[in-house]
């Protein structure tokens, strides 16, 4: 079993920052892909950033896009999600995901079906 761990949600403010990290510790397969997915109260899974373990190609949702950095430390297998002027509506809980399959467009990793390992996810609030 493979839970990768997040860690650094919390409460802020609008225009305040946080950093997430998701570290795999001692993982048994190939990682193709690192994404961060967040759900909102009421609302469903929603795409926010991944990056390509190959190419370190990054993707991000139009909503993040410009704000959220998705960035990796490749010598201990940590991702990290730098999210700046946060808005009210990023309010969510946060998702790492490890995917491990290979598709040939980046658009397969903009849907959690593509991702097979889930960690239990941290909670980011900003208040208005």
């Known amino acids: 079993q493979v839970q990768p761990p997040e860690s650094g949600g919390g409460l802020v403010q609008a225009g305040g920052s946080l950093r997430l990290s998701c570290t795999v510790s001692g993982p048994t397969f190939t990682c193709y892909a690192t994404g961060w997915f967040r759900q909102a109260p009421g609302q469903g899974l929603e795409f926010v950033a991944t990056i390509m373990r190959r190419s370190g190609n990054t993707y991000y949702s139009k909503s993040v896009k410009g704000r959220f950095t998705i960035s990796r430390d490749n010598a201990d297998n940590t991702v990290y999600l730098q999210m700046n002027s946060l808005k009210p509506e990023d309010t969510a809980v946060y998702f790492c995901?490890?995917?491990?399959?290979?598709?040939?467009?980046?658009?397969?990793?903009?849907?959690?079906?593509?991702?097979?390992?889930w960690g239990h996810g941290t909670q980011v609030t900003v208040s208005s």
């Open positions: 995901a490890v995917s491990t399959l290979s598709y040939p467009n980046s658009n397969y990793y903009y849907t959690g079906r593509t991702y097979g390992y």
